[in-house]
């Protein structure tokens, strides 16, 4: 494997600006597409940015300068994000679902002088906190136009002259140790933190990806679809256009993804465990309840596809019946996931949150190869990968090329390395709690390590320590009650008690059929109290149990009266549970799972 920064030697390795510039210089073709709009060419992209880094340096904005994005994944956000990159700008980037109040508190600590925002919706969220941001100077609107914000189309005017020079000559002043960007954390324990990375952090971790994925053999269409303002959606707009690739949007419509999809036809698509687990759960159910010859050909088709599949990774051999039997299997009912993904047999990439082997080995028996990574905002994301040539389904993956991972004296993983972030934002104290003297950075995970492959087990903050002081890792638990047709979310419960208890939901697309098959009302709350269905929902619970040690087991649970979401504040944009507050917000429902026990 080649050196990274040998491997990345075509460009300016000095600023994430030189490289998007120098991507718009060497390449050709379609650096953005997104459905229903024309394709941007490198040599539109490279235009754009440096119109926006003129325009940029035109209301003022000097190199090191935060300037805040707030926008949904659409090309407009990449192309504000090397604009800025291309004006020596910091960039801080804000997630498009938050709140006005949240987006004032990531734009009051970050100090963000310019915001660029997505369209007028967003721009009312900034009015109605502006009083509170008196060093916020300008807003500039990206799609459509705004009350007292400057429109996209005029910023790039007013940069159209002087935004070539603006960016040859801020790019070049950029040290690879000075900012790139302060991300701040979705803030699932309290106040977001603001990860400060440097440009030498993330050119260093996107050659470590190209290499690792070898990504330079053929150009890659990458799907992106992940909000922008979580650091992997950044790192693979970074990978694809140095290495010439084509970033493919989706169209922002989540019925629409599967279509987009289509579309797109990627080669790559990076994801999330929850959507991995859902298309999963559909895919059982639908078979299941075809009943009769289609649903015993789909379970034989399954079997013996994740057996073939597992051989091949390992380097073993399969009966050449069984082979026979995959193949035709294959053809009859498992096909038509890889079917849907396009034709350019797409590699799907996954990571911030925990996902059972039980689904990674669904998709590899359907033809999909999953590739599990580990990482956190502090480490650029991914700090360990597996690859199509050396995976371990069940493990994250070995680190990244440079990249140190140990294990602490309790188990916790430690991180070392080029990638490892340069501390939190106006936060000294936080920054020497996670990075040791020796540079270790202290990730707050439990793990292992078994033939250099990564394994997760569990968060140190989750840790449920019972009256027993047992000490119980919830999380793989609850990715397994996830994967069962019927259940949505489940959160874990039990800490200083003698079981564990769970709060479930009912996933809302299959809730009707449920409702239907049992005879009872649709109806959320009817739903959440209703005897046949707490039966069901209990059996699905019940098989997950046998998995598990007897301490680890749920013993009692209730039905929550809705899924959790991100407008509630229970959800992280990327759809991780903010354990705390669904504790908090439900402590009674958790008290109640007690009540009358006499082990309590």
């Known amino acids: 494997m080649a050196d990274t920064a040998q491997r990345s030697s075509s460009a300016d390795l000095r600023s994430l600006g030189g490289l998007a510039l120098a991507a718009a210089d060497r390449h050709s073709g379609d650096a953005m597409r997104a459905p229903g709009r024309p394709a941007l060419s490198y040599a539109d992209f490279g235009l754009g940015i440096r119109e926006i880094?003129?325009?940029?340096?035109?209301?003022?904005?000097?190199?090191?300068d935060p300037v805040a994005i707030l926008c949904g994944t659409i090309p407009e956000w990449t192309l504000a994000d090397f604009g800025a990159f291309c004006a020596g700008a910091v960039v801080v980037p804000?997630?498009?679902?938050?709140?006005?109040?949240?987006?004032?508190?990531?734009?009051?600590?970050?100090?963000?002088?310019?915001?660029?925002?997505?369209?007028?919706?967003?721009?009312?969220?900034?009015?109605?906190?502006?009083?509170?941001?008196?060093?916020?100077?300008?807003?500039?609107?990206?799609?459509?136009?705004?009350?007292?914000?400057?429109?996209?189309?005029?910023?790039?005017?007013?940069g159209a002259e002087t935004g070539d020079q603006v960016a040859r000559e801020r790019t070049a002043a950029v040290a690879p140790e000075d900012t790139a960007t302060i991300v701040y954390t979705s803030g699932t324990t309290g106040p977001p933190k603001g990860?400060?990375?440097?440009?030498?952090?993330?050119?260093?971790?996107?050659?470590?990806?190209?290499?690792?994925?070898?990504?330079?053999?053929?150009?890659?269409?990458?799907?992106?679809?992940?909000?922008?303002?979580?650091?992997?959606?950044?790192?693979?707009?970074?990978?694809?256009?140095?290495?010439?690739?084509?970033?493919?949007?989706?169209?922002?419509?989540?019925k629409n993804l599967a279509a987009d999809i289509a579309e797109a036809k990627p080669t790559h698509i990076p994801t999330v465990p929850r959507l991995l687990e859902k298309i999963m759960t559909r895919v059982i159910s639908?078979?299941?309840?075809?009943?009769?010859?289609?649903?015993?050909?789909?379970?034989?088709?399954?079997?013996?596809?994740?057996?073939?599949?597992?051989?091949?990774?390992?380097?073993?051999?399969?009966?050449?019946?069984?082979?026979?039997?995959?193949?035709?299997g294959h053809k009859l009912a498992l096909s038509k996931v890889k079917n849907a993904l396009g034709p350019n047999d797409p590699v799907l990439i996954t990571g911030a949150a925990p996902i059972g082997a039980e689904v990674i080995e669904f998709f590899y028996a359907c033809g999909?190869?999953?590739?599990?990574?580990?990482?956190?905002?502090?480490?650029?994301?991914?700090?360990?990968?597996?690859?199509?040539?050396?995976?371990?389904?069940?493990?994250?993956?070995?680190?990244?090329?440079?990249?140190?991972?140990?294990?602490?004296?309790?188990?916790?993983?430690?991180?070392?390395g080029p990638l490892v972030f340069k501390g939190y934002h106006r936060n000294e104290d936080a920054t020497a709690a996670i990075i040791d003297r020796e540079g270790w950075l202290h990730t707050g995970d439990l793990g292992e390590i078994v033939d250099g492959y990564v394994r997760i087990t569990g968060r140190k903050?989750?840790?449920?320590?019972?009256?027993?002081?047992?000490?119980v890792s919830p999380e793989m638990l609850e990715s397994a009650l996830r994967e069962t047709r019927w259940i949505s979310q489940a959160i874990a419960a039990g800490d200083r008690r003698s079981y564990l208890v769970a709060l479930v939901t009912i996933d809302p697309d299959e809730a009707p059929k449920l409702a239907a098959e049992l005879g009872v009302s649709a109806d959320p709350e009817t739903m959440a109290r209703d005897e046949k269905v707490r039966e069901r929902i209990w059996e699905d619970i019940d098989k997950i149990n046998q998995r598990f040690a007897r301490i680890e087991q749920i013993k009692r649970f209730a039905i929550l009266p809705r899924d959790l979401s991100q407008e509630e504040g229970e959800l992280t944009p990327t759809l991780k549970v903010k354990r705390s507050v669904v504790y908090n917000k439900y402590a009674g429902d958790v008290d109640?799972?007690?009540?009358?026990?006499?082990?309590?």
């Open 53 to 64: 880094a003129g325009g940029l340096a035109s209301l003022g904005v000097e190199s090191g």
């Open 94 to 158: 804000v997630y498009h679902t938050n709140s006005p109040e949240e987006c004032e508190y990531v734009l009051q600590h970050s100090g963000a002088k310019v915001v660029l925002l997505e369209d007028a919706s967003q721009a009312a969220k900034i009015a109605s906190v502006r009083e509170q941001l008196p060093e916020l100077e300008h807003v500039v609107v990206l799609t459509g136009d705004a009350e007292d914000a400057i429109t996209l189309a005029d910023l790039r005017s007013r």
């Open 195 to 254: 990860c400060v990375l440097s440009h030498a952090n993330l050119l260093y971790t996107a050659g470590a990806y190209i290499d690792r994925l070898e990504l330079r053999d053929k150009p890659p269409v990458i799907f992106q679809y992940l909000p922008l303002a979580h650091v992997l959606a950044r790192m693979v707009s970074f990978v694809t256009l140095d290495v010439g690739g084509t970033l493919a949007f989706w169209g922002g419509d989540t």
């Open 286 to 328: 639908t078979a299941e309840s075809a009943g009769g010859a289609k649903a015993a050909i789909f379970k034989r088709a399954l079997s013996t596809g994740e057996t073939v599949a597992k051989a091949k990774r390992d380097g073993g051999s399969v009966n050449p019946l069984v082979k026979v039997q995959a193949a035709l």
């Open 368 to 416: 999909v190869p999953v590739l599990e990574g580990y990482g956190l905002t502090e480490t650029c994301a991914a700090a360990t990968l597996n690859t199509l040539t050396e995976v371990q389904v069940g493990s994250v993956g070995r680190p990244l090329s440079g990249v140190e991972v140990s294990l602490g004296e309790d188990g916790e993983i430690l991180v070392r």
């Open 461 to 471: 903050k989750d840790l449920i320590i019972t009256s027993s002081g047992k000490n």
């Open 592 to 600: 109640s799972l007690y009540e009358g026990s006499t082990t309590e």
